[in-house]
């Protein structure tokens, strides 16, 4: 999937790069969180787009476990014309996650994130949603846009009994997730 994911991202540009505009991005929020994003943007025609984008994380910060990696294939309708303004969005979702020994004392729309501090949840997830932005042009090649996306997630995971070590508690466990489903920042250079 990561080797499709990177295909994707460097040769759908290519292909399109002479007779469209196309751009490479990262949202600052997912960086500033120490999560590696990257993007890439074509436009199709005058008011569609094809926008990719990956995240990654594979490391532990402070014995807080948050690895993984995600996918996000989104196709864009934009209201005046392609990488400038707002627009409307329809994306998927997929990835898998590894998380666990942090604090998060709270329910979010129907989740519970509070055993995450004594459990680690090791699994995968996939879904799709729509989303709205707007996109700020900086100069020529400079823009930057601010995303959010509402939808559903479908995930599979496995309970252990805490973040670094421990038995498996609980095997194959499923749950559905409805609510934000993407939220950027992103810095977008554009050629």
Request: charged share 25%.
């Given at each position: 999937m990561k080797r499709i994911f990177l295909l994707l991202l460097f040769a759908l540009?290519?292909?399109f790069a002479q007779a469209q505009k196309a751009?490479?991005?990262?949202n600052l929020f997912y960086d500033a969180l120490a999560t590696v994003s990257v993007g890439a943007e074509i436009g199709l025609t005058p008011h569609w787009t094809?926008?990719?984008s990956g995240?990654?994380?594979g490391w532990t910060i402070q014995g807080r476990r948050t690895k993984h990696w995600l996918i996000q294939p989104e196709a864009r309708y934009w209201l005046r014309s392609c990488f400038s303004g707002h627009f409307l969005g329809i994306h998927l979702i997929g990835g898998q996650y590894n998380m666990g020994n942090f604090r998060a004392n709270f329910h979010f729309l129907g989740s519970d994130f509070r055993p995450l501090k004594s459990?680690?949840?090791q699994g995968w997830g996939a879904g799709a949603g729509i989303a709205y932005g707007y996109?700020?042009?900086l100069g020529k090649h400079w823009s930057i846009e601010g995303e959010i996306?509402?939808?559903f997630v479908y995930t599979r995971y496995d309970v252990f009994e805490c973040a670094g070590c421990g038995k498996?508690?609980?095997?194959?466990?499923?749950?559905?997730?409805a609510g934000p489903t993407k939220a950027a920042v992103n810095l977008i250079y554009l050629f």
């Open positions: 540009p290519a292909a751009g490479i991005k990262s094809l926008d990719i995240n990654y994380k459990n680690r949840y996109a700020w042009i996306g509402l939808g498996r508690t609980e095997n194959d466990r499923a749950h559905h997730y």
